[in-house]
């Protein structure tokens, strides 16, 4: 059973459209991410948050934006979709409380597709 | 910094052992692996803190040089369910919570 769900799943879109990819994590946890990853490819971190109303870039120069205004959502948002945002974008989530260091949780991911 | 995983690609029989290997030019806090079945989400399988702490899900080992900034993940009796592409991600900083993961090792474990 899945603790952070990404919706849509699949998304094919027109160019200039603009697209929210939804992420929400049930865990509590504080930090969240949003990578972005090719097929076979590594994962490029692009936006990052460590708690409500925090949020910053990632490594991978980005023309999305997020927010966080719930703990538990993480919404990415593209204002004007472009073919080369066609990628996979994973959102994941980690926390340091509780019973020590953990790995990210990493929800199923939004395939996107820009036509 | 980008991590080096070495080998690219890997292709065991079941029952074979395999190295996986993550170095870095930067001094490291923490190494984390993931495993990612092809068209699914990475998933956690260890965690290798400076000065030694290690923690893991499943019955996987792994070592973590903080001189050499390298760690390797040991797969012993390889399974056809250890198939899929590791990474590593290695976090640069106390408390900076940011990975950043190599290109990945692809196994296939073959019966």
């Known amino acids: 059973e899945a603790d952070i769900y990404q919706t849509p799943r699949y998304l094919v879109i027109g160019t200039g459209k603009k697209i929210t990819l939804e992420c929400s994590q049930t865990m509590g946890h504080d930090k969240m991410y949003w990578y972005q990853q090719d097929p076979g490819m590594e994962l490029h971190l692009i936006h990052y948050s460590y708690g409500v109303n925090s949020t910053e870039k990632g490594d991978l120069s980005s023309e999305s934006t997020v927010s966080r205004i719930r703990t538990e959502h993480f919404p990415l948002t593209l204002e004007s979709a472009r073919p080369s945002h066609t990628s996979q974008y994973l959102c994941a989530s980690s926390d340091t409380l509780g019973e020590g260091y953990y790995g990210y949780t990493f929800g199923s991911g939004t395939r996107l597709t820009v036509v | 910094q980008q991590p080096v995983q070495s080998p690219q690609a890997v292709i065991l029989r079941e029952g074979e052992d395999a190295v996986i290997n993550c170095s870095s030019s930067?001094?490291?806090?923490?190494v984390h692996w993931y495993r990612q079945k092809h068209g699914e989400a990475p998933v956690f399988l260890m965690i290798?803190?400076?000065?030694?702490e290690q923690k893991g899900h499943e019955k996987i080992s792994a070592s973590f040089n903080e001189k050499k900034q390298q760690s390797s993940l040991y797969l012993t009796a390889s399974q056809l369910s250890y198939s899929g592409t590791y990474f590593c991600?290695?976090?640069?900083?106390?408390?900076?919570?940011?990975?950043?993961f190599g290109k990945g090792t692809k196994l296939s474990v073959i019966p």
């Open positions: 290798l803190l400076k000065g030694g």
């Open positions: 991600g290695t976090e640069n900083g106390a408390g900076s919570y940011q990975l950043t």
């Open positions: 930067k001094a490291l806090y923490s």
